[in-house]
C-alpha cells in the first residue's frame, strides 16, 4: 500500500517537477545562444562566420604591409592574381592583398571593408572594392545576419521581392525561398557552436594568404552551360546595359557607398568601385543602375560584353558566373590597366 502510495504520488509530481526543469534547461540554453551569438558579433575574427579566420587575422596584423586593397566576392578572391597586378602597376608602387571572400555579398563586402578603416594604423592608398549583387538569401549564411537584414532600405526588399532571388518565378518558387530564407536565420542564430569553432581556428599561425589567385575548379561545358553563358553575355551587351535603369537613389546601398567615400575621403584612400563580368540580368539591372549614381571617375566597368568578349568566352569559362585558370590572367590584366588609368588621372 505504502509503495501504491509513493507510485500514485510521483506520477502527480513528475509532470509539475519536469515542467520546472523543462523550463530552467530551455532558459539556460536561450541564454547561452544569447550570450555565443552576442560574442560572436563582437569579436572581428570570429564575425565572419564562414570566412578563413586566418585570412581575416593575418590583414589585421600586417594591415601596415599593403598600400592597396581589394574587398569583394569570389569574382576578386578567385580571379584577382595580385602578384601579377603588382607587375602591371609596378610604376605606381603597389604592394597589394585580396581580402576577398567566396559569397561575400554586399553589406559583408562593405562591413569588411568599414572594419579595416578602422584600424588607425595603415598604409593604405587605394581601396578597390567590387558592387557584389543584393541578395537577400545570400547574406544569411555568409554575413552578419542582423546587421546584413538591417541593412536594407525599404526600398532594397520591394527590389528583392520583385525581381530575381527566385522572387520573380512561380508561386512554388518563392515559397520556396520563403522558407529557406527563414531557415537560413534560424540556422545562423542558433549556431552555438560557431564561436568555439572560430576561437580555436583564429588561434592558429596563419601563412601568407591572398597572394594568389585560387580559380574555381572547371564544369564540363555542356549545351545547358553555354546557353547560360549566351543569356548572360546578351545580359552584359551594350544596348542591354544601357536599359538598366531601377531608381536607386533611396537604396541604403548607395548610401552605405557614400560613408564608405567620405571616411575613405578622410583618411586620403582613394575608393574604386568595380563591376566585374558574368552577372546574370537579376543582378547586373541592379549593380549598373547603382553604378551610374556613383562616382564616374572611380567606376572601373569590366562587365560589357562587347568590350571585353574574352571575358564572356567559354575558352576562359569555369562556371556561369566565374573565369578559370586562364581567364584569371586576362581579367587581371584588364583590371590592372584600367586602375593605373584611373590612379594617374589629372584631377
Not at 607587375?87 to 567566396?102: G, K, Q
Not at 588561434?203 to 552551360?225: D, I
Not at 590572367?329 to 584600367?338: C, K, R, V
Request: hydrophobic residues 40%; charged residues 20%.
Amino acid at each position: 500500500h505504502a509503495v501504491l502510495c509513493f507510485w500514485k504520488s510521483g506520477i502527480h509530481l513528475f509532470p509539475v517537477l519536469m515542467g520546472k526543469l523543462t523550463v530552467k534547461v530551455i532558459g539556460l540554453c536561450l541564454l547561452v545562444i544569447l550570450i555565443t551569438n552576442w560574442s560572436v558579433s563582437q569579436v572581428k575574427v570570429l564575425r565572419y562566420k564562414n570566412f578563413d579566420p586566418c585570412r581575416v587575422n593575418h590583414l589585421h596584423h600586417n594591415l601596415n604591409d599593403y598600400n592597396v586593397l581589394f574587398v569583394g566576392s569570389s569574382r576578386f578572391g578567385r580571379q584577382i592574381d595580385v602578384k601579377l597586378f603588382d607587375s602591371i602597376t609596378t610604376n605606381l608602387n603597389f604592394h597589394s592583398y585580396n581580402y576577398s571572400f567566396d559569397a561575400a555579398f554586399a553589406p559583408t563586402s562593405i562591413n569588411l571593408a568599414n572594419d579595416v578603416l578602422k584600424q588607425s594604423s595603415s598604409n593604405l592608398k587605394v581601396l578597390i572594392l567590387e558592387l557584389a549583387p543584393i541578395e537577400f538569401m545570400g547574406e544569411l549564411d555568409p554575413g552578419h545576419v542582423s546587421r546584413s537584414v538591417n541593412w536594407y532600405s525599404l526600398h532594397d526588399l520591394q527590389f528583392l521581392y520583385s525581381s530575381g532571388s527566385g522572387a520573380s518565378g512561380s508561386f512554388y518558387d518563392q515559397l520556396e525561398t520563403s522558407l529557406n530564407r527563414f531557415y537560413l536565420t534560424a540556422y545562423r542564430m542558433f549556431s552555438v557552436g560557431e564561436f568555439w569553432k572560430r576561437s580555436l581556428l583564429s588561434k592558429e599561425t596563419c601563412e601568407l594568404a591572398g597572394t594568389g589567385a585560387n580559380p574555381l575548379p572547371e564544369l564540363k561545358k555542356t549545351p545547358e552551360l553555354i546557353l547560360k553563358l549566351d543569356e548572360i553575355r546578351h545580359s552584359n551587351s551594350t544596348e542591354r546595359l544601357a536599359s538598366y535603369n531601377l531608381d536607386l537613389s533611396s537604396s541604403s546601398y548607395l548610401i552605405a557607398l557614400n560613408r564608405l567615400a567620405k571616411e575613405c575621403q578622410k583618411r586620403n584612400i582613394r575608393l574604386l568601385t568595380v563591376v566585374a563580368p558574368k552577372m546574370e540580368a537579376t543582378g547586373i539591372s541592379f549593380i549598373e543602375s547603382l553604378a551610374k549614381l556613383l562616382n564616374q571617375k572611380n567606376l572601373i566597368r569590366l562587365n560589357n560584353a562587347d568590350e571585353y568578349p574574352a571575358l564572356y568566352s567559354t575558352e576562359l569559362t569555369a562556371d556561369p558566373g566565374h573565369l578559370n585558370a586562364k581567364g584569371v590572367q586576362s581579367f587581371t590584366e584588364y583590371l590592372s590597366l584600367q586602375v593605373r588609368q584611373v590612379i594617374q588621372q589629372k584631377k
